[in-house]
């Protein structure tokens, strides 16, 4: 019986310390995801600062005289 006890007390042990283990990996985690969503978010407005600024370019420069083929 005693036995069965120091058993069962080295399981939990082990469990509260997976538990921790993946609260610690999921905080660390989450947090990554909040670093990689602005990242996200600040390429898509280099993005689209980029394409504003082509279609502005494209919107200067002359219409052509033929339909572009050779």
Do not use: F, W, Y
Not at 9 to 15: A, C, D, R, V, Y
Not at 26 to 52: D, G, I, M, Q, S
Not at 55 to 60: G, I, K, N, S
């Amino acid at each position: 019986m005693e036995a069965d006890l120091i058993k069962l007390e080295g399981q939990l042990e082990q469990l509260v310390a997976l538990c921790t283990a993946l609260r610690e990996e999921n905080r660390n985690l989450r947090l990554r995801t909040a670093e990689l969503e602005v990242r996200n978010h600040a390429l898509a407005a280099k993005v689209r600062e980029a394409v504003t600024r082509v279609e502005a370019v494209l919107d200067r420069l002359p219409e052509s005289e033929t339909d572009g083929s050779a």
